[in-house]
């Protein structure tokens, strides 16, 4: 299958900073990327979904200024976390798609503390 | 608005024990579905894919199937391993559209030697 690489897999910032986890797909076009939120034992929530030059589409109660996402090019989106606070320490994972469409690959998912 | 379930939230089990776990959607309409493996603190294993078409999928020890119309499909686990245990997610994709996943909150299996 295609693969999609995450960066980093961990990361532990201070309360206030923000900070920048990447989504690339390396061997296609990613026409669509998806970010997804997991606390734990739950499930993947769905933060937004975004198209290649377009801007990113929010799920409701997602703050588009608080998640920064740019899909600036087919192969790579990016999620920044912007004055990060202790609560939105969670698991981020991000999923590409392909112009076809038929399936989506994840990322190995990045882990954000924030203290 | 789509909802999955998994039942059982967790199960245990010993080594070469078959099993079957259970994922139920609420809206029929569905593009295809889609189990995954999650180890502790990782990402994502595609397992199988199920076409809104197909009926079943098999690979290797793994058998999903699909009952599109009663929202049901179930993954059957041969001969179960210690390396088997992870969590299980099901995820249905509700168009062909760009739109994206919908997750359940998955089962926990834990395989003993």
């Known amino acids: 299958g295609a693969v999609v690489s995450q960066h980093p897999s961990w990361v532990i910032c201070k309360s206030g900073t923000s900070v920048k986890i990447e989504c690339r797909s390396l061997?296609?076009?990613?026409?669509?990327m998806f970010w997804y939120r997991q606390f734990p034992k739950q499930s993947l929530m769905l933060m937004a979904t975004?198209?290649?030059?377009?801007?990113?589409?929010?799920e409701q109660g997602v703050e588009k200024d608080k998640f920064l996402i740019n899909h600036a090019s087919l192969t790579l989106s990016t999620l920044t976390v912007t004055s990060a606070h202790p609560e939105d320490s969670s698991f981020y994972i991000c999923?590409?798609?392909?112009?076809?469409?038929?399936?989506?690959?994840f990322g190995q998912g990045t882990r954000l503390t924030v203290v | 608005k789509q909802e999955v379930t998994q039942i059982p939230a967790a199960l245990s089990v010993p080594e070469g024990e078959n099993l079957v776990l259970n994922c139920s959607f609420t809206?029929?309409?569905?593009?295809?579905l889609q189990w995954f493996r999650q180890d502790p603190g990782k990402g994502l294993t595609s397992l199988l894919l199920i076409q809104s078409s197909q009926r079943e999928q098999t690979s290797g020890r793994l058998n999903a199937s699909l009952d599109k119309s009663s929202g049901r499909s179930t993954l059957y686990i041969a001969a179960s391993q210690p390396g088997d245990s992870a969590t299980y997610l099901c995820?249905?994709?509700?168009?062909?559209?760009?739109?994206?996943?919908?997750f359940g909150k998955g089962t926990t299996l834990s395989v003993s030697s």
């Open positions: 975004s198209n290649e030059g377009s801007k990113a589409t929010y």
């Open positions: 999923s590409a798609r392909d112009r076809r469409g038929t399936e989506a690959f």
């Open positions: 061997d296609f076009q990613a026409t669509t």
């Open positions: 809206d029929s309409a569905i593009y295809n």
């Open positions: 995820a249905v994709r509700p168009d062909q559209a760009g739109t994206a996943l919908i």
